[in-house]
């Protein structure tokens, strides 16, 4: 196999031949993450990917906020009165057996739902264990996972974005884009043609390399690879595998889990390269060299612009957040539902339906056959909601980089951080880091509850320079606002002397700096955001206590602040 | 039928498949915990056990897979027959190995009142749960960081027990349920609670392997089992076969394996040194050492065995150090290399 010579494709027709691939093989496939907003690209191609799919193939949307019990089955409370015993109904998954679902607001999903999911992607049956039934019932499907997540926002739930074989940013188009490239009976055909199509061992060898050049490390996504490019062949009609499917396959599957970049090549090897004879069969060439041929095909057919966004991915999944935010507590009133226990209604809110189901199957028996008789009820039966909330305080360090003190102030920053990450182990809190020093502040370590990758994070800050306190402020915000809306509970934390000496624009100037400071501090108060300053001026500052008061926070005078008091007044202020 | 991915298939992933055939050999260890990348076969592994375990003598009839050696255990519905002058009779079944489905209710887990003989016939009787299948075998929860709380606290003490004590729906009753608990879970995604993990006998860690030539061989094995499962089961059944005696053999010679007592007083120096809490480190420690000698057809434990399973055994018990970052893993291989030297 020679780097293919193909023409260059464009972001619509990428989707539109990922869209083809998941019509031939929805399970192999595994399905597709679509990223990108609610719009009329969006719904072009679920619109096409419906006009490819066989007519009676069925097609299930599912909201993100969907139960249990409606995913996997349980007890039919209808047919359990009806008929005065145990009636079992099946659950959604069940029912999309050899179709799509569709989850929409993947971002959304919970955990608690993606597992369920992701065993029946796994063997392709539904397995239930459930309100006294044991059921199995075929349920291979293809997943489209709709996210519209924001980048600063945690993605769809790990286990079914590692399952979902295609992986597509819709986010770049506008309008209604065509991206139909096959009919419904070209699919049909190909599906017929799908078990003829062989893959040899030099496009295994080629995909697991590229997959190892790009910092693939998951072995699923070669696999899901090969398997997207066999639908291309069958759509082609070939029994082989050939350059062009694997680039395919690979710009769709690989290309998008990126986590490294090979060496740039010279700028000829973009433009279509010239294509070598090869001499003998492909056997000889090792699989790092035939790697190399699908990443430089691949360089080949994707638009540049798609290129460099996955160039981007790559660089910054390093310090991307993957961490699903924080931990959920059980709580007998507030929080959102999550199925329901026997208990006392009393003292948690009832679940009625569920009260309604366990006692269902003993209508017959307890009204003894009176006629007209009201439902009974006993207490036994009743059933309370189990709620949970995500809690977990994300304690954001803001810290004050600048000028000489900066050092001293740092290590601080870094022994509470630490501190309290320890800490947090135990009750399941994150801890963020901002540094601010010269023009701007940056986010250090996201919200993370992983002590090692803060310390590595952590390592990286130096100080120096002026005092950007409104910038700070303001990034000190959106990340609070965005750790808010992920269900989690923020609190800034900022240690400074609140020398405030340069402005949003980067322009010194410490009236003007200071007007703006204050102007940020107004916006904290009015997002109702926790916060507390820790003044490490050697003697209290009159600004830091009126910014302080701007925030609506806590202040805290701390001339000698060390990590250990540190750690205590946040302590305080998360337990309090 | 459908074809299960067979365990001599697996590429590399030697702890995980060691830490399992121990368990298999030995279930006193007291289960396994495998944590590790997505995609890296720990699924596969476990559900390729039932090939791999030789049938055993199950009473027939009994709901619970009762042994009926005369020394095995019984539930009282076997103690029942019993008494009541029947001769139980037996026949050889397949080891369970239960697969806990995600989102299982509670009481298909422990077992429930059976409503249709109590609405058809207004009996009282007990419907068995997942627990009591397991009885004897493998309890597998894949993602077992995932699961409610109470479910975890409730399957660890059933596994510790090895006894199922129903107290719901105005039954009450207590049925055996020993079984070897494999859990699974990835700990990006939510850490297990640390007195949870240290129920666990052994913890593995598996990682996606890096090698070029092996990913190749995963990827082609995989491949060639969506193909033809069928020819891929053939090609390993004999490797598999080879597994299943090692297993029977190691079952009978593990009870006489000798411990000498340098090598208890190594053990002890190891878990001195690492500062694990408690004694239950050290037992795990001693008993997977035995099987595994057991399993490698020795009559004697050595330090090689010890050393071989130390890290599985240890690595999950280690104390936290928030000021220092070596992975618990890096710190019993720095014990084991001062204690035993240099790894060869």
Known sequence: MTPVVAPRRTVAELAGAAAAALAVDPRGAGGVRLHGPAGPPRDAWLSALHAMLPPVTPFLRLPASVTLDRLLGGLDLTATLASGRPNFERGLLSRADGGIVCVLMAERLSTALAGPIAACIDTGMAEVERDGFTDRSPAGFGLILLDEGEPDEAPPPSALLERVGLHLDLATLAGAVDFSTASAAEVLAARGRLAAVEVRDADRNAMVATAAQLGVASIRAPLAALRVARCFAALDSRTQLNGEDLALAAALVILPRATRWPEPEPESGEEAPPPEPQPGPDDDVSPGELGDRVVESVRAIVPPGLLELAKDAALRSRVEHRHRSGAEVKSQRHGRPSGNKAGDPRRARVDLLATLRAAAPWQRVRKGGGPGARLVIRRDDLRVRRLVSKVGTTVIFVVDASGSSALQRLGEAKGAVETLLAESYVRRDRVALISFRGTRAEVVVPPTRSLTRARRLLASVVGGGGTPLAAAIEVARELAVTVRRGGGTPLMVFLTDARANVRRDGSGGRPDAEREAGEAARTVAVEQLGAILIDTSPRPSPFARQLTALMNGTYQPLPVADASRVASVVRQAVEG | ?344
Do not use: W
Not at chain 2, 62 to 89: F, I, K, M, T
């Open chain 2, 1 to 344: 039928m459908r074809h299960v991915y067979p365990f001599s298939a697996i590429v590399g992933q030697a702890e995980m498949k060691r830490a399992l055939l121990i368990a298999a050999v030995d279930p006193g260890v007291g289960g396994v915990m495998i944590f590790g990348d997505r995609g890296t076969g720990k699924s596969t592994a476990v559900r390729a056990m039932p090939a791999l375990l030789p049938a055993m003598p199950v009473v027939v009839g009994c709901r619970y897979g009762c042994d009926p050696s005369a020394n095995g255990l019984r539930c009282s519905e076997c103690r029942d027959r019993e008494s009541s002058g029947e001769r139980l009779r037996s026949h050889r079944a397949a080891v369970p190995v239960v697969d806990l489905p995600l989102g299982a209710t509670e009481d298909r887990v422990v077992g429930a009142l059976d409503l249709e003989r109590a609405l058809a016939r207004g009996e009282k009787a007990f419907e068995p749960g997942l627990l009591a299948r397991a009885n004897r075998g493998f309890l597998y929860v894949d993602e077992v960081n995932l699961l409610e709380d109470h479910l975890v606290d409730l399957l660890l003490d059933v596994a510790a027990s090895g006894e199922n004590v129903v107290e719901r729906e105005g039954l009450s009753l207590r049925h055996p349920a020993r079984f070897v608990l494999v859990g699974s879970g990835n700990p990006e995604e939510g850490e297990l609670r640390p007195q949870l993990l240290d129920r666990f006998g052994l913890s593995v860690e598996v990682t996606t392997p890096t090698d070029l030539d092996e990913r190749v061989e995963i990827v082609r094995r995989r491949d060639a089992f969506d193909h033809d499962p069928a020819g891929l089961v053939a090609r390993f059944e004999h490797a598999d076969d080879q597994v299943r005696r090692r297993i029977v053999q190691a079952r009978k010679r593990v009870t006489t394996v000798d411990m000498p007592d340098a090598v208890l007083r190594r053990a002890s120096e190891l878990c001195l040194a690492l500062g694990t809490d408690g004694l239950r480190g050290e037992l795990t420690l001693l008993r997977a050492a035995r099987a595994l000698a057991a399993l490698e057809g020795h009559r004697t434990v050595t330090d090689a065995e010890v050393r071989a399973v130390a890290a599985s055994a240890l690595r999950h018990r280690l104390r936290r150090n928030p000021l220092d970052d070596t992975g618990s893993t890096a710190r019993c291989e720095r014990a084991l290399a001062e204690l035993f030297g240099p790894a060869s």
